[in-house]
């Protein structure tokens, strides 16, 4: 993950990777079958790790509005260059003409909906947030999100993560009024 995150894919051979890892670039291949699989293995192993920690976060038992905050946090990048994130613009960028990899690609962001649709049900159902269509909020917040996370990952200049989370919490309070 950090070299693909350091060089991205296509300045890395599968020979340099192969040294970094310890086997040869032909091992590589044939575990994996291409550069593009493996930079799909690989997102999915970072997102089965974070998965586990945003579903232990959902479980606490705190407030739906807390539990929401954890899930943003979690969601976005921690900055310019986040590794994770690296693999999904990768991941992203490869998609349009690949078919395995926007299939990989909607299963790992189905996973984050999916999470996240039963956290607002819970939250209205508590009277914590207004009513909304959790499907359809979790699809809006979701796409939010990765509309503040690519340019904090890129590093494009005016965009912080504090700054991102600010336009968030902001939205958040305004459609399920958390603080009214």
Known sequence: MAAIAERGLAALTMAELGRQVGMS???????????????????????AQLGERRRAALAEPVPAARRLAAYIDLYLPTGAGDPRWTLWIEVWGRSLGDERMRVGQAELEAAWRGELAPLLRAGI????????????FAMRLGAMLDGFGTPLVIGLPGITRDLALEHIGDYLDEVLHLHG
């Open 25 to 47: 670039g032909g091992h590589l291949l044939y575990y994996f079958g291409s550069k593009d699989q493996l930079l799909l293995e690989t997102l999915r192993w970072s997102e």
């Open 125 to 136: 159902a508590a009277g914590e947030f207004r009513a909304v269509d959790p499907e359809r």
